[in-house]
């Protein structure tokens, strides 16, 4: 057990939980999911926030509560719990509201480690879409790729797996895990029929060993870009990846926009 506690109190930063609307866990950061007990942190995609967490339904419901009413919550002291070693221990947590033309979608959840330091900022939606964004590059960098040599490949892969899993999340939040679904079908579909060496995989793209083609990354763009809209709309859709391109330098959007992977911009 010592080992597993050791795993979970060595985290010093903020980490995320994304919720919908009735508190279901549509993503959670691997570091968080695996101090958690969960061997593949996708595992806990579609479980109630408390059942994820280890909280009681009573403390989950209160702090889902707060923030569909006010738009946030206040921090609050919390006992998380490993459900293999059976280890508590304690976190501040907050949230901010996920939301559509004052729709309430879900909760963006911030699990506060005791040695961590956070400001008002870092506990707004913004903020929120910028960790997407870091949890995605982590992904990558931890799948310890030969194929990346280079920071600027590495944020161009980036790149097009946050705006993916940014719609994939937004779907799910505003039309429930068979949207989710629906999107991954379509998008395996045609990577068969054209070859592209990527899939979704519960918002995660998946590369091939053939790596990131660009003319391949920009038809997977935009029609994921373009299946959202025909399910929501191009003003939603377009206003949630406009917040989180900001979460990347010039050098790549410019990049992005040359190959054609900005669809929406």
Do not use: C
Request: net charge negative; glycine share 10%.
């Amino acid at each position: 057990m010592s080992g597993q506690i050791a795993e979970e109190s060595r985290h010093d930063r903020p980490m995320l939980v994304f919720t919908d609307e009735h508190g279901g866990v549509v993503l959670i950061e691997d570091d968080l999911a695996r101090a958690l007990g969960f061997e593949n942190p996708d595992d806990a995609l579609g479980d109630p926030l408390a059942a994820v967490l280890g909280l009681s339904a009573a403390e989950a419901d209160a702090l889902l509560r707060e923030v569909a009413r006010g738009g946030s919550a206040r921090l609050r002291l919390a006992q998380l719990h490993n459900r293999q070693s059976g280890h508590r221990w304690w976190v501040m947590l907050s949230g901010s509201a996920a939301t559509v033309d004052e729709r309430f979608l879900g909760a963006d959840i911030t699990v506060v480690p005791p040695r961590s330091s956070i400001s008002a900022g870092d506990l707004d939606r913004g903020h929120d879409l910028a960790r997407m964004a870091d949890l995605v590059r982590s992904r990558l960098r931890n799948a310890g790729d030969p194929r990346l040599p280079h920071d600027a490949e590495l944020e161009l892969r980036a790149y097009v797996a946050a705006r993916a899993l940014a719609m994939y999340v937004l779907l799910v939040r505003m039309g429930g895990p068979q949207l989710g679904e629906a999107l991954e079908r379509k998008v395996r579909r045609l990577n068969q029929e054209r070859g592209w060496g990527m899939e979704l995989q519960r918002g995660r793209l998946v590369f091939s060993e053939e790596g990131l083609r660009p003319e391949a990354a920009r038809d997977l763009s935009q029609a994921i870009f373009e299946y959202a809209v025909g399910v929501t709309s191009r003003r939603v859709v377009t206003r949630e990846l406009t917040s989180l391109d900001v979460n990347f330098g010039p050098t790549t959007t410019v990049r992005a926009a040359h190959f054609g992977l900005r669809a929406g911009a």
